[in-house]
Structure formats: structure tokens, C-alpha cells
């Protein structure tokens, strides 16, 4: 039969232990947090340089076809996919062409608005693509709707494909 003090000691112990699995699970809980809200921030600014780029080329050109390509040609230039043009890219790339086109199509449209009670006289290209509408009227609601379906698709969040591996370079004084 354990003594008094034995007793005492066990008790003791056990708040100890259940302590540490406290400590432990508040740490797990908090790295985890604070892993989101780094990818939250590092997505934001990757989303920020993807879609003002896409607007400055978008602003410069007034064709708008020409605009698109542009825009197009210059994401998948940064993400390092293309060197040239968009026919680099391979028949699996397509769908991600036909989901981008809306949004660059919105950006040029918001860069050029028609003058006031001018139509549009040509069907735009974005009316048969995933997204349903001719041109979104908000590029970033679009993007956010394409990175939801890139990562629904590929299994991995689009502004991953940002992050490219750089083996160490050692450091040489001469």
C-alpha cells in the first residue's frame, strides 16, 4: 500500500504530466495558427504582385486581345512555366488559361471602360469560360474563385507554384 507522501508524489506527477500535454497542445495549436497566417500573408502579397502586374500590362495596352495575351504571357513568365509565349504551355495547361482569360479580360476592362452608353460590339472570349460570366467585375472575387478551384483540381493552392527550391550556395571570401 503506497505511503501518504507516495501518494502525494503520484498526484503530483500526473498534474505535471497533464501540464505538459496542455503546453503541448497550446504550442501545436498556436504554431499551427501562425502557419496560416504566414501562407495567408505570403499568398496576399504573391496575389498582390500577380494581379498588379497583370494590371500595369493591362493599363499599357488598349487592345484588349493583345492585353490578355500580355497578361497571361507575363503570370506564366513570374511563375516560371514560359520563357517565350503561351504556346510553350502544354494541353494541361488550358484549363488554367481558360479560368485566367476572365480575369484578364476584367482588368483590361477596368483599365479601358466603354464610354458611357457605348455597347460592347463583340461577344466577349470569357463567355464560355469556367467562371460563367462574360467579364467579372471584380478581378480579385475571380482570381479568389480561380485559386478555389486550381486547389479543389490540383490539390495544392496556386500560389504555391511561387515557391521554387533554392539549394544552398556556399558563401566564398576570396
Request: negative net charge.
Amino acid at each position: 500500500m503506497p505511503t501518504a507522501a507516495e501518494t502525494l508524489i503520484a498526484r503530483l506527477q500526473a498534474d505535471c504530466t497533464a501540464a505538459e500535454a496542455a503546453e503541448r497542445s497550446v504550442r501545436a495549436s498556436v504554431e499551427a495558427q501562425i502557419k496560416a497566417a504566414e501562407q495567408a500573408r505570403a499568398f496576399a502579397w504573391r496575389r498582390l504582385s500577380a494581379l498588379s502586374d497583370m494590371a500595369r500590362i493591362a493599363a499599357l495596352e488598349p487592345d484588349r486581345e493583345l492585353a490578355v495575351e500580355r497578361q497571361l504571357e507575363a503570370l506564366f513568365r513570374e511563375i516560371g512555366w514560359i520563357e517565350g509565349g503561351l504556346a510553350e504551355l502544354g494541353e494541361g495547361a488550358r484549363p488554367l488559361v481558360d479560368w485566367l482569360r476572365p480575369i484578364a479580360e476584367a482588368l483590361h476592362a477596368e483599365a479601358h471602360p466603354l464610354p458611357a452608353g457605348a455597347a460592347q460590339t463583340e461577344a466577349p472570349a470569357a463567355a464560355d469560360a469556367p467562371l460563367g460570366d462574360p467579364i467579372l467585375a471584380d478581378p480579385i472575387a475571380a482570381f479568389r474563385a480561380f485559386e478555389a478551384w486550381y486547389e479543389a483540381e490540383r490539390g495544392a493552392p496556386f500560389l504555391q507554384v511561387y515557391e521554387r527550391y533554392m539549394p544552398a550556395t556556399p558563401v566564398v571570401e576570396f
